[in-house]
């Protein structure tokens, strides 16, 4: 199972971003997914989380109404649409699932939001 984010990078305050977490080895579709992110010295954060089959995603209250979580199907990959960033949004995101009780993770993309 290998999981890889992309999408990551420098953006303005009040920008957009759109991270990409591809997936081999295993079908989304099947399994929870869920955007993670971490600054340096702090706990990793929940971010966002979507379901399997219905696809019902959940939010931090920090990134509700800005962020969107969604699946490609056929592609086999999870999205998260970041917009209104806020420096406080700068962090390391990482793409998560568990499969059957193992926990697997991707390398992390960083998002740095900064004038």
């Known amino acids: 199972v290998q999981l890889v984010e992309s999408g990551g990078g420098l953006v303005q305050p009040g920008g957009s971003l759109r991270l990409s977490c591809a997936a081999s080895g295993l079908t989304f579709s099947r399994y929870f997914t869920t955007w993670y992110r971490q600054v340096s010295g702090k706990e990793r954060e929940l971010v966002a989380r979507?379901?399997?089959?219905?696809?019902?995603?959940t939010y931090a209250d920090s990134v509700r109404g800005r962020f969107t979580i969604s699946r490609d199907n056929v592609k086999n990959t999870v999205y998260l649409q970041m917009n209104s960033l806020n420096p406080e949004d700068t962090a390391l995101y990482y793409c998560?699932?568990?499969?059957?009780?193992?926990?697997?993770w991707g390398q992390g993309t960083q998002v740095t939001v900064s004038s």
């Open positions: 998560n699932t568990f499969v059957e009780g193992v926990q697997y």
């Open positions: 979507i379901s399997p089959a219905t696809g019902t995603t």
